[in-house]
C-alpha cells in the first residue's frame, strides 16, 4: 500500500480507534477528507487544531491535500502571541503555506486574500464566552465566504463551559470584535452550533447566508464537562482559568489585575490598593504572554481562586459576579475603579451593569435584570442545537 494511502486508511480508522466515548469534529476525517480532494483549501486555525497530537494542516499537507493559505486568528497560528499583539502576516514554518492574520486591522478577508479558495476549514476550540474573539473570527470569515461564494466547513468541538447560560445580553450599540451578537456573556454552545445560528439569524452582513456544513461530534451532550487537552490561548492554561474566565475577564476593563503576568492568570485578581485579601503578587513581564501586563511590577493583595475553581466548576452554572462586587468595595477611590476608556462597558455589552456595581445594587438585583434577554436567547438558541441541551 502507497504511503499516502496508508496514512489515509489509519486516519480513516480514527473514529473506531478512539478509546474516550466521545469523538469530537475533526476525528471524523471519514466525513470531511473526501470533501478535500481536489479541491483549493483553506484553514482557519491555531495551535489547538489538531487531531491527537498532529496539528490538522500537517495532517492535511501529509495527504497532498490541496491547502493554499492559513487564516490565523488573534494569538497567531501556533498559538503563540499575547492577546491583543499585532501579527504579521507570513508563511507557516512547518509547511510554506502563506499565513493570513485575522487580528488587528485586518479582521476579515478580503476579496483578494479569498481568490482561489475553494474551502475553508475552520477548527479553533472555543471557550464559550463573548468576549474571546473566535467566535468573531468566525463571523467574518462566514461573512467573507458568503460574499465570495467560498463553502465553510466546521469541525466541531466541545465548549468547556457550554453547560450553562448566563450574564446581560450585547446591546446593539456595544457590538465589538469583543461582542459581535446579541447573545448573552455565557452562550452555551458549540462552535458548530453557532455558527449555525450566524446564519440562521441573518447576523452576516446583508443577511447573506453562508454556505455551511458543520462536522458534528459523536456522543457529546452540554451536560458534560470537557478538559480542553491543549491551552486555547496563552493565558489560558487550565480548566480553572478557563472556567473563570467568564468571571475575572470583566476586570480587563478596571484597575484590578486577573493576573496577567503571573503564572496563574485568570486565578486570582488583586491590587495595590486593595486592603484586604490574603494573597500576593507582582505582575512581571512574560514573553510571549504578558510582556506589558496591567500593574506590571507593582505587588498586589488580592485573592487566588484557584482552589474555588476546582471545586465549583463541576457544579456551578453561573458567572461569579459576587467577586466583580467584592472588588468593588474593596478599592478606595471608587472613581478610578473602572477604566476611562470605558472597556468594560464593551465587555459587559451595555453600560447598565458598571451603573448597576456603582449603585450599589445586590447580586440577585442584577442577575434579575438579565432574566429576561436570557429566555429570549434560550428560545433561539434551541432552534440551533446539535446535541442533548443541559435542560
Known sequence: MKPIKLI???????????????????????????????????????????????????????????????????????????????????????????????????????????????IIIFDIQDVGCRFY????????????????????????????????????????KYKSFIGMHPIPVVHGMTIGEYAQMINGEKWLKDSL???????????????????IPYPPSPNLKTDESIYLYPTLCFFEGTNVSLGRGTEIPFQVYGSPLFTGGDYYFTPQPIKGVSENPPLKGEKCRGYNLTNFASQNMHKSNRIEISFLLQAYALYPDSSTFFLKNLFFDKLAGNSTLRWQIIKGKSEQEIRKSWEKGIAQFKTIRKKYLLYPDFE
Open 8 to 118: 489515509l486508511f489509519f486516519l480513516l480508522l480514527v473514529p473506531f480507534l478512539v478509546n474516550a466515548q466521545m469523538i469530537t469534529g475533526e476525528e471524523r476525517t471519514e466525513i470531511y477528507i473526501p470533501k478535500l480532494i481536489n479541491q483549493r483549501v483553506a484553514i482557519c486555525g491555531n495551535q489547538t487544531s489538531k487531531i491527537g497530537s498532529i496539528h490538522l494542516v500537517d495532517t492535511l499537507w501529509n495527504l497532498k491535500i490541496n491547502i493554499v493559505k492559513i487564516f490565523a486568528p488573534e494569538h497567531g497560528f501556533r498559538g503563540d502571541a499575547e492577546a491583543g499583539a499585532h501579527i504579521e502576516n507570513g508563511k507557516d514554518s512547518k509547511t510554506g503555506i502563506p499565513i493570513v492574520s485575522l487580528y488587528g486591522n485586518n479582521k476579515k478577508p478580503t476579496k483578494e486574500q479569498m481568490q482561489n479558495i475553494d
Open 133 to 172: 474573539t473566535y467566535i468573531s473570527t468566525l463571523h467574518y470569515i462566514m461573512e467573507s465566504a458568503a460574499e465570495n461564494h467560498v463553502k465553510v466547513i466546521v469541525l466541531d468541538r466541545p465548549n468547556p463551559n457550554g453547560y450553562f447560560i448566563d450574564g446581560p445580553v450585547l446591546e446593539e
Open 209 to 227: 447566508s453562508c454556505d455551511l456544513e458543520v462536522i458534528t461530534m459523536i456522543n457529546y451532550d452540554h451536560k458534560m464537562r470537557y478538559s
